[in-house]
T-cell receptor
Framework: DAGVTQSPTHLIKTRGQHVTLRCSPISGHKSVSWYQQVLGQGPQFIFQYYEKEERGRGNFPDRFSARQFPNYSSELNVNALLLGDSALYLC???????????FGPGTRLTVL | AQKITQTQPGMFVQEKEAVTLDCTYDTSDPSYGLFWYKQPSSGEMIFLIYQGSYDQQNATEGRYSLNFQKARKSANLVISASQLGDSAMYFCAMRVLSGNTPLVFGKGTRLSVIA
């Protein structure tokens, strides 16, 4: 079975632009979580979705938004990009959101 | 709020030796889970081992074991018989088990295995 997939793998944007990152969970998993990992730090929680509803939100500005689709895939959107948004964005899926989370390979975003 | 502290930014270990990576945590919730992840340079977080707060025995998974000392709020990872492929970043994380609470990660420890 395929694991968590994320696209694109790498992305370069300039300040002020917006970006959309995509995540497909493991088949049968209904929950998706997004994390931001800046260089030299551990991942920081951004959002969790379960059954298309937001179940949790981390301490991130409103420029960050997300949604989950009927097939349980998810998009993370970031508007008005700042240099500080440069990071590895990780998606994790779980069956219900309360169990073990399985991580995807991440999308490496560079903002110039 | 939960907090994870990893005080070792980097560690070196000789191949075939054992190494301990430190992790302390802070939470007021009695029901929680502790996780260790390995992150190679490719970026993917690979789950290694899990310990529940009510588990009576220390968790083990192959060459990985978790030295869980609840009173000290520590959850150190022990890797036995280190291999060159163990060189990576290692993250300790925790999650309160009530509700859909997210994982809280430490800053990580970079392990380098020397031949």
């Amino acid at each position: 079975d395929a694991g968590v997939t994320q696209s694109p793998t790498h992305l370069i944007k300039t300040r002020g632009q917006h970006v959309t990152l995509r995540c497909s969970p493991i088949s049968g998993h209904k929950s998706v979580s997004w994390y931001q990992q800046v260089l030299g730090q551990g991942p920081q929680f951004i959002f969790q979705y379960y059954e298309k509803e937001e179940r949790g939100r981390g301490n991130f500005p409103d420029r960050f938004s997300a949604r989950q689709f009927p097939n349980y895939s998810s998009e993370l959107n970031v508007n008005a990009l700042l240099l500080g948004d440069s990071a590895l964005y990780l998606c994790a899926s779980s069956i219900t959101g309360e169990g073990e989370q399985f991580f995807g390979p991440g999308t490496r975003l560079t903002v110039l | 709020a939960q907090k994870i502290t990893q005080t070792q930014p980097g560690m070196f270990v000789q191949e075939k030796e054992a190494v301990t990576l430190d992790c302390t945590y802070d939470t007021s919730d009695p029901s929680y889970g502790l996780f260790w992840y390995k992150q190679p340079s490719s970026g993917e977080m690979i789950f290694l081992i899990y310990q529940g707060s009510y588990d009576q025995q220390n968790a083990t998974e192959g060459r990985y074991s978790l030295n869980f000392q609840k009173a000290r709020k520590s959850a150190n990872l022990v890797i036995s018989a280190s291999q060159l492929g163990d060189s990576a970043m290692y993250f300790c994380a925790m999650r309160v088990l009530s509700g859909n609470t997210p994982l809280v990660f430490g800053k990580g420890t970079r392990l380098s295995v020397i031949a």
